[in-house]
């Protein structure tokens, strides 16, 4: 193996009271390209941080080879002093030369020329990408490079970096992002690194492995894991599997709407049975919009039926939060009828984050200071209810201001998703959110019972959630797509290939697949009566829940609290087990079949 480039030995840095992390030993090679995982709070831009120099460590030795050069792609770049996006691109002693940015910047769309403070998230996002890609970098430190770009740039920027010939770490919320381009993982985890020599695409497999391994050695030790490290633990390889289960279901939701669609990119009216109708929340026909002489939407026809998940993609500009605002009745068309249902009651997350009051604690934000949420209906404690969306119970009175990016982005999707409603509107919901999150994002809009309208450019994301895409290649022209952002591009292909598919590949012969086992009589039954056995338990916490909300019960009969609180907990642990039991032989009989 050739001696690293740059290299840590007994890293450590203090944050607060304490060490963020210490003991750190890190070492990048010349073609390293290194997917940087951790939950958000753990150090991940500290990291990057310290390895790009730009702070010192606490105590550990940095090594770089002579003429290294070392170039950080900052999740927010700082503008404030800079007139035009090209005064921020071209200052400093290690500006890149101008000509070399301003060929970047033809590739990725960019006006430099634009006024820095009027500049769109987007914009500068371009920007600092243009100016760290122009500085000719050896090491190329990424922090959430995706964030704020549209399908186009993210396409270009995964080009360029392929035929990088330097070495990378990115941090990225971007699962397809991190799997084309990483072929090595630093997890930081618990205030400890560890490498292993796989890209991304190997990391939820990796990380699983580690953790039964620390079961093993816990039981062995006869030892348990602090319980907060407990419940985080179970709940993540929990989360990861029952998601695994939903796409087999998002799947047969898939197939069920292609069924009622009819030719690529319309939508099949002729299903107009009494079912139907009472289903249908919007019914688009023959819609179009245009801004001056450019059209935005040209003869959509459309319905959106109850539970529908909605994914809407395109490059910036092509008219995205047009049709979501035609959607939501925001906006009329310049022909063609909407109609929304009349029940309709929405929640629109949007990606400014703008209703986070910094000086608000969770738990004002959550419950207006008390100890109780309302969520859908059922009164909840505010401990148990963070817990959910995998905040420690310390943080209940923590301001937000003092939260990080990720962590403002679940409180609100906290407080959003308790509140009762049949639409959803999702606008970027995935910038700031750690792969931790997604997974809870991605479970929480799976189990919503109501309609979700998603804008996203995470393409992971929408595979893994949406039912139909609504596909905008800023023409005016809507592909109508059951499926997901993958489902999406194979259209766009077989368009662009002039509706020819490609011949499929030689295949080698194989060896005969081995016989097919049945199930096992313990394991059928258990896959049989599962089902049922979780709607008990569930119905047995909503009851004893209902119970718990009685605001006088506390005071009144601590032993019956007590003992309701006990016996919920209980109840979910039955829960969990009893689901990743049905979805471990819900694999094995997909397979059978």
Sequence with gaps: MAAPILAFENLGIIQGSGWLFRGLDI???????????????????????????????????????????????????????RATLLDYVLHGDDA?????????????????????????????????????LAMDPDVLLLDEPTNHLDIAAIDWLEDWLSRFRGAFIAISHDRTFL???????????????????????????????????????????????????????RGVTGRRKRNQGRLTKLHEMRATRAAMMGPPGTANLSIGTDDARTKMVIDVKAVSKSFGDRPIIKDLTLR?????????????????????????????????????????????????RSLMAPEKTVREVLADGGDWIEVQGIKKHIIGYLKEFLFEPGLVDAQVGTLSGGERSRLLLAREFARPSNLLVLDEPTNDLDLETLDLLQEVIGDYDGTVLIVSHDRDFLDRT????????????????????????????????????????????TAPPAPKVKLSYKDQRDYDLLPKRIEEIEAAIKRDEALLADPTLYARDFAKFERLTKAIETAREEKDAAEMRWLELAEQVEALT
């Design 96 to 132: 890149p030369l101008p000509y070399e940015a301003d060929a970047i910047a033809d590739q990725l769309g960019i006006d430099l020329s634009r006024e820095a403070a009027s500049a769109s998230g987007g914009e500068r996002r371009r920007a600092a990408i243009v100016r760290a």
């Design 27 to 81: 070492h990048i090679q010349p073609r390293d390209r290194l997917a940087l995982i951790g939950r958000n709070g753990a150090g991940k831009t500290t990291l990057l941080k310290l390895i790009a120099g730009a702070v010192d460590a606490d105590e550990g030795r940095r090594t770089i080879q002579p003429g290294t050069r070392v170039v950080l792609l900052e999740q927010e770049p700082d503008l404030r002093q």
């Design 304 to 352: 959106v039926m109850r539970g529908d998940r909605i994914g809407i993609v395109g490059a910036n500009g092509a008219g995205k939060t047009t049709l979501l605002k035609l959607l939501t009745g925001e906006l009329a068309p310049d022909s063609g009828h909407i109609r929304l249902a009349k029940t309709l009651d929405r929640i629109v997350i949007d990606q400014q």
């Design 179 to 233: 799997t084309r381009l990483t072929k090595q993982t630093l997890w930081l985890d618990r205030g400890a690194i560890r490498r292993a020599e796989i890209g991304f695409g190997g990391f939820e497999a990796w990380t699983e492995q580690v953790y039964a391994d620390e079961a093993r050695n816990a039981e062995r030790l006869d030892a348990k894991l602090k319980l907060e490290e407990h419940w985080l633990l």
């Design 466 to 509: 949406v039912t139909i895409t609504l596909g905008l290649d800023g023409s005016g022209t809507v592909d109508v797509v059951a499926g997901g952002y993958e489902d999406w591009e194979k259209r766009r292909r077989l368009k662009v290939s002039g509706g020819k598919r490609p011949n499929p590949r030689k295949v080698e012969p």
